[in-house]
């Protein structure tokens, strides 16, 4: 078998990659460890950033979006019990969707089924090949049967566990990592939201955030240690603990009931650098993770593969390799500004182990400051709204 771009993984990047490219008429095949069901079955974060909506809607995927993601004018922090509230509308004129990653994921398979595009599902042993030449190829296991697929372009897409990564020469690989002691509990659960809008709350007994999928589905998160396991949390123990740091208002208006879905999150800050080696590219979260707390880890992956994409396209269109030789500079620079970012929600809005009463005044400066400046309120909502792609 042969095509031009062999897009590993079926997650969000690899699939927007995949009908990026296909816009352009160039085929792709996608290798997925994973049965459809397995991947659909992932419950993930559910912010888009505006460039994320329009890039989706340029890609001709936005209609279930527009028609079912909920438009949010802003978000809420909620420090020790004050609430304050970001216009990010009247601030920086954006807004962001809320949406869930399942059914961007979803959206996105469906739109591949309907132009008959291959997804070879339940890939085993997937390995890398020559993409220091201008010959790669991919190997792959499929039913016991062992094939290969020739290419131009391999996209590695596949995560952070991927193999694209783990291909790599060691030595021609630097990596950057924050690893935080702390997780994150997550609910689902088919109750209505407790606000109208998102509210991140820091408390000392940790974070908590109350976010949702639809107006009669929500989700909720608090912070846990990372030696927490999902079994010792009932769901009565999650919503008194949730309770606890939030402010009263949102305490009394809570809605629970029985969870749909119940799971631990660890939060981790990681870089690869270079995302470039020779005719393999890294995308999404096989280049990079972000902890949750800035909603950034489905809208990189979009920036990501949105730039990879032009340059592959480019490539095709004029044979000029600028684009490629250019896309790991490129991507790289967003990605270290949506770290920066995530690392800054995090650290001011979590407890951590070792954070001492100096620490704590910090934070709540923080807090304040962002309350009373417009400029500092201006920064967060252009970074949590996205940078420009
Ligand atoms: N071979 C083939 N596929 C693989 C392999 C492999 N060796 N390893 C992993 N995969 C698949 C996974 O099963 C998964 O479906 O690659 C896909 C990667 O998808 P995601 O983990 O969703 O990563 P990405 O597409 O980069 O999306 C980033 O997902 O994890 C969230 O917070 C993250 O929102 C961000 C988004
Ligand atoms: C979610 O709804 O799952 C969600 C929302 C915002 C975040 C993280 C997760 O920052």
Not at 162 to 178: H, I, K, M, Q, Y
Not at 255 to 280: D, H, N, W
Not at 361 to 381: H, K, N, P, V
Request: with cysteine.
């Amino acid at each position: 078998m042969r095509t031009k771009v062999a897009i590993i993984g079926s997650g969000p990047a690899g699939l927007l990659l995949g009908r990026l490219l296909e816009c352009a008429g160039i085929e792709t095949v996608i290798l997925e460890r994973r049965s459809q069901e397995y991947v659909l079955g992932r419950i993930r974060a559910g912010v888009l950033e505006q460039g994320t909506v329009e890039l989706l809607d340029r890609a001709g995927v936005g209609e279930k979006l527009h028609a079912e993601g909920l438009v949010h004018e802003g978000v809420e922090f909620c420090f020790d019990g004050d609430r304050h509230r970001f216009n990010f509308q009247e601030l920086i004129g954006r807004t962001v969707t809320v949406y869930g990653q399942t059914e961007v994921t979803r959206d996105l398979m469906r739109a591949r089924d309907r132009s008959g595009l291959t997804t070879i599902y339940e890939a085993e042993n997937v390995s890398l090949h020559d993409f220091d030449g201008d010959a790669p190829k991919v190997r792959y296991v499929k039913d016991g049967v062992e094939h290969q697929l020739a290419c131009d372009f391999i996209a590695g897409c596949d995560g952070y566990h991927g193999v694209s990564r783990a291909s790599v020469p060691g030595d021609a690989l630097r990596t950057f990592e924050r690893v935080y002691p702390f997780g994150w509990l997550g609910i689902l659960v088919d109750k209505p939201p407790v606000a109208d809008e998102l509210i991140y709350a820091h408390h000392e007994r940790g974070f908590a955030l109350c976010s949702m999928r639809s107006p009669t589905r929500s989700r909720y998160y608090v912070q846990v240690p990372s030696s927490d396991r999902v079994e010792e949390w009932s769901d009565q123990r999650f919503w008194d603990e949730l309770r606890r740091r939030v402010d009263e208002e949102a305490a009394d208006d809570l809605m629970t009931g029985p969870s749909i879905e119940k799971s631990i999150a660890p939060l981790r800050s990681f870089v690869a650098e270079p995302l470039r080696f020779g005719r393999l590219f890294l995308a999404g979260d096989a280049a990079h993770i972000v902890p949750p707390t800035g909603a950034k880890g489905l809208n990189l992956a979009a920036s990501d593969v949105a730039a990879l994409a032009e340059a592959l396209i480019e490539f095709y269109a004029e044979r000029s390799s600028a684009g490629i030789d250019g896309y790991s500079a490129r991507v790289l620079s967003r990605i270290w500004k949506a770290e920066r970012f995530s690392w800054w929600m995090t650290s001011i809005l979590h407890t951590f182990p070792d954070t001492d009463p100096f620490g704590r005044r910090i934070q709540r400066a923080e807090f304040d400051y962002l309350r009373t400046s417009a400029a500092a309120a201006r920064s967060m909502a252009e970074n949590y709204t996205g940078l420009p792609f």
